[in-house]
């Protein structure tokens, strides 16, 4: 899906792509993305948490911009977590 997001994206400013003459990839109003958490132990906010706040912010996104066409990224949704944690989350 990671390939799939970037492959557009380059498409979409211009930047010539691997793929067969002809190919038609859809346009997208705006991508989201929630990747590349860490822990921020300065605020006692765990992985988990700032996973949350990242979710949060991307539905919210999503909330505002309906009827747009848009790619959502969430990478490695409740990795790091609990086994509880992680099954609320799927």
């Not at 038609?24 to 993305?33: E, G, I, N, Q, Y």
């Not at 948490?49 to 309906?66: D, F, G, I, P, R």
């Amino acid at each position: 899906m990671l390939t799939f997001a970037q492959l557009c994206y380059l498409a979409q400013i211009g930047v010539p792509i691997p793929a067969d003459e002809g190919t038609v990839l859809p346009l997208f109003d705006h991508f989201l993305t929630c990747v590349g958490n860490n822990e921020d132990a300065t605020l006692q906010k765990s992985f988990f948490y700032n996973h949350v706040e990242q979710l949060m912010a991307l539905l919210k996104s999503y909330e505002t911009n309906q009827g747009k066409r848009i790619l959502a990224l969430v990478d490695n949704a409740g990795k790091a977590t609990s086994s509880l944690n992680a099954i609320a989350l799927t």
